[in-house]
């Protein structure tokens, strides 16, 4: 009884003691989202400049430090926020608070959540940027709730989340897997491109529950310097939807990383102020699904990346980034695996065919007495800086993200924000063309798992050789946001293209015309919206219709003409939080 009323004295102490601070937010959260409106504006300071994690994602109001005079004669030292705290239209709303212990700046605690989302899909799988659940056909939940303590330089954050995927059955492209390596659950689940990739259509014919670490982690800081090990989904990159290198759509992996957060650099004697930076290396342990393959020896692959980024003095809003990857076997690890994609002088070291490499520039310039974002992502598969094939066609293997923001003000108690995003990792025209072999850009002859952990994608949620063009609009007010979108996307065109192009050929000389007769699209209207029950707890929902055209990829066309099946999934989503 001593031990537990000391304790409860202890705990109210440190309670009473705090002074809140801002937090580190979770990629993608309403509060992290909304933080990012606020930096389109300058009232908010960006955390990053490329590389983003939940413990690299600390947001703060824009403050300014003045030297003022006391009454005695002294002097002191006074913040004060710099821009008008009525648009902060969230102000009287919990985003969630990191607290001192007993005072101490070196001593902090943060709750995460409880966090409960749920969805349901009427017909067809629908979900991205999820992490761990799969939201397959039927009734998908997740829930998470974490802490995390920081102590002189030391950061320990556990946030593990549990899912479950009631995975009800749909009709699905048959999956291109034959043979005794891939028999079993491969060739009944698995993908339907001509490659065999680890992205399978459905997990299994059964309901199913997953534990994952999601965004645990401990890391150890000094000024800039860090290091870390841990779970925690990386976002490179300014894409709002689809990044391509790398977000939170798969499942999370171990990994250790080593680098340096944002920060000011200096030149050594003359002080010259060079712009902002920032680095990061890291290597990780990925793992296929257990649908794919049944060699037990290819289970595992190792991911190394690095990701750098620059912000120039005298170009106030911009931003240049690079990020680039290599998946090589787990079972084959050496020091060219390791450290080969920091050898930038080696100009074969990008397209031999014992790795898997990736690479991608960045562009981000914000306009902030505009309210403007603008932002590109362009990208390389199996990527060579030979310089001859670059000049010769640049294009070979490519991917991009193009978007746009806008922030915009109706009263300081509603203001708007413009989302637009365009996507495409269509294979470049050189392959069927002029190459003649099937190629995708999430895809690889070595590593046949292609670029996925667990059965997800690493990178852009909307999986290879496809494209998408969203565009949104989100309302914020005093007690929550409201938003309305709508999308277009062909899930893997790469795939229809190669196997199509031959099909039309056949038909054409048959008399048979069928031009587009096959091609897949995908076309989501969504609603939905956060309100504030009260100051530190949210409820969220979102409704999206689908109209997927030719589901199967089954053309059915007959003379000159062409009729299309249609497919209609309803996606419903719900979700409670509550901030400490």
Same mark, same amino acid.
């Given at each position: 009884?001593?031990?537990?009323?000391?304790s409860?004295?202890l705990?109210?102490?440190l309670?009473?003691a705090t002074?809140?601070?801002?937090?580190?937010?979770?990629?993608?959260s309403?509060?992290e989202?909304?933080y990012?409106?606020?930096?389109?504006?300058?009232?908010?300071?960006? *955390?990053?400049?490329?590389?983003?994690t939940?413990s690299?994602?600390?947001?703060?109001?824009?403050?300014?430090?003045?030297?003022?005079?006391?009454?005695?004669?002294t002097?002191s030292?006074?913040?004060?926020?710099?821009?008008?705290?009525?648009m902060?239209?969230?102000?009287n709303?919990n985003?969630?608070?990191?607290?001192?212990?007993?005072g101490?700046?070196?001593?902090?605690?943060k709750i995460?959540?409880p966090?409960w989302? =749920?969805?349901?899909?009427?017909?067809?799988?629908?979900?991205?940027?999820?992490?761990a659940?799969w939201?397959?056909?039927?009734?998908?939940?997740s829930?998470?709730?974490g802490?995390?303590?920081?102590?002189?330089?030391?950061?320990?954050?556990?946030?593990p989340?549990?899912c479950?995927?009631?995975?009800?059955?749909? #009709?699905?492209?048959?999956?291109?897997?034959?043979g005794? %390596?891939?028999?079993?659950k491969?060739?009944?689940?698995?993908?339907?491109?001509?490659?065999y990739i680890?992205?399978?259509q459905?997990?299994? =014919?059964?309901p199913?529950?997953?534990f994952?670490?999601?965004d645990t982690?401990?890391?150890? %800081?000094?000024?800039?310097?860090?290091?870390?090990?841990g779970?925690?989904?990386?976002?490179?990159? *300014?894409?709002?939807?689809?990044?391509?290198i790398?977000s939170n759509?798969?499942?999370s992996?171990p990994?250790?990383?080593?680098?340096?957060r944002?920060?000011?650099?200096y030149?050594?004697?003359?002080?010259w102020y060079?712009?902002?930076v920032?680095? !990061?290396?890291?290597?990780g342990?990925l793992?296929?699904?257990e649908?794919?393959?049944?060699? $037990?020896?290819n289970?595992?692959?190792?991911?190394?990346g690095?990701?750098a980024?620059?912000a *120039?003095?005298?170009?106030?809003?911009?931003?240049?980034?690079?990020?680039?990857?290599?998946?090589s076997?787990?079972?084959n690890?050496?020091?060219y695996?390791?450290f080969?994609?920091y050898d930038?002088?080696?100009l074969?070291?990008?397209?031999?065919?014992?790795s898997?490499?990736?690479i991608?520039?960045?562009?981000?310039?914000t &306009?902030?007495k505009?309210?403007?974002?603008?932002?590109? #992502?362009?990208a390389?598969? $199996?990527f060579?800086?030979?310089?001859d094939y670059?000049?010769?066609?640049?294009f070979?293997?490519?991917?991009?993200?193009l978007?746009?923001r806008k922030?915009?003000?109706?009263?300081?108690?509603?203001?708007? &924000?413009?989302n637009? #995003?365009? %996507?495409?990792? #269509? &294979?470049s025209?050189?392959?069927d063309?002029l190459? +003649?072999?099937?190629?995708?850009?999430?895809?690889?002859?070595?590593?046949?798992?292609?670029?996925?952990?667990?059965?997800q994608?690493? +990178?852009?949620?909307?999986?290879t050789?496809?494209?998408?063009?969203?565009l949104?609009?989100?309302?914020y007010?005093?007690?929550g946001?409201?938003?309305i979108?709508v999308?277009r996307r062909?899930? $893997?065109?790469?795939?229809?293209?190669?196997i199509?192009?031959r099909?039309?050929?056949?038909?054409?000389?048959?008399?048979i015309?069928?031009a587009?007769?096959?091609? !897949?699209?995908?076309?989501d209207f969504?609603?939905?919206?956060?309100?504030?029950?009260?100051p530190?707890?949210?409820?969220?929902?979102?409704?999206?219709?689908?109209?997927?055209? =030719?589901?199967?990829?089954?053309?059915?066309?007959?003379?000159?003409?062409?009729?299309?099946?249609? !497919?209609?999934?309803?996606?419903?989503?719900?979700?409670?939080k509550?901030?400490?």
């Open positions: 009884m001593k031990f537990l009323k000391k409860a004295i705990l109210l102490s309670t009473i002074s809140a601070l801002f937090a580190k937010e979770t990629l993608k309403t509060e989202e909304y990012d409106f606020l930096s389109l504006t300058g009232n908010v300071i960006r *955390p990053t400049l490329g590389y983003r939940l690299d994602s600390e947001w703060s109001f824009v403050e300014s430090t003045e030297t003022v005079t006391n009454e005695d004669g002097t030292k006074k913040t004060t926020t710099t821009f008008d705290s009525s902060n239209v969230w102000k709303n985003l969630g608070n990191k607290y001192l212990i007993s101490n700046e070196n001593l902090k605690w995460y959540g966090s989302y =749920n969805s349901y899909n009427t017909a067809a799988p629908y979900g991205q940027n999820d992490g659940l939201q397959g056909v039927g009734y998908n939940t829930f998470t709730f802490a995390r303590f920081e102590a002189y330089g030391l950061e320990l954050t556990v946030k989340v549990v479950f995927s009631q995975n009800a059955e749909f #009709e699905y492209i048959t999956p291109n897997y034959s005794t %390596t891939y028999a079993g491969a060739d009944t689940y698995g993908y339907y491109g001509v490659q680890d992205a399978p459905r997990f299994g =014919n059964e199913f529950f997953t994952d670490w999601g982690e401990i890391r150890y %800081t000094w000024n800039t310097l860090t290091a870390g090990f779970t925690q989904a990386i976002w490179l990159g *300014p894409a709002q939807l689809n990044p391509i790398s759509n798969a499942t992996y990994k250790v990383d080593i680098g340096l944002k920060t000011s650099l030149m050594p004697w003359f002080g060079l712009g902002d920032e680095f !990061r290396g890291w290597w342990y793992s296929e699904s649908y794919f393959d049944n060699d $037990d020896s289970d595992h692959n190792l991911i190394t690095f990701s980024a620059w *120039p003095p005298y170009l106030t809003g911009l931003t240049l980034g690079i990020n680039r990857t290599m998946l076997k787990w079972n690890m050496s020091s695996t390791l080969g994609i930038a002088f080696n074969t070291s990008g397209g031999g065919d014992s898997d490499q990736r991608s520039f960045t562009a981000d310039w &306009c902030t505009a309210g403007l974002d603008l932002y590109v #992502e362009w390389r598969n $199996d060579s800086p030979n310089l670059l000049i010769r066609y640049p070979h293997t490519q991917g991009w993200t978007g746009l922030a915009s003000t109706f009263t300081k108690k509603i203001r708007g &924000c413009l637009f #995003e365009i %996507t495409n990792l #269509e &294979c025209s050189d392959y063309r190459i +003649g072999w099937y190629t995708t850009f999430y895809s690889h002859g070595i590593i046949t798992q292609g670029y996925t952990n667990g059965g994608w690493l +990178g852009a949620g909307i999986g050789g496809g494209n998408s063009q969203y949104g609009y989100t309302l007010f005093p007690k946001s409201a938003n979108f999308q062909n899930p $893997d065109l790469d795939y229809t293209m190669y199509d192009s099909k039309y050929s056949e038909n054409y000389s048959n008399g015309w069928s587009e007769g096959n091609i !897949r699209t995908i076309v969504g609603i939905g919206g956060t309100y504030w029950l009260f530190s707890l949210q409820v969220g929902s979102t409704i999206v219709f689908e109209d997927e055209h =030719n589901p199967l990829n089954v053309s059915t066309t007959e003379g000159n003409g062409a009729s299309s099946i249609h !497919r209609y999934n309803f996606a419903i989503e719900l979700s409670v509550y901030n400490f």
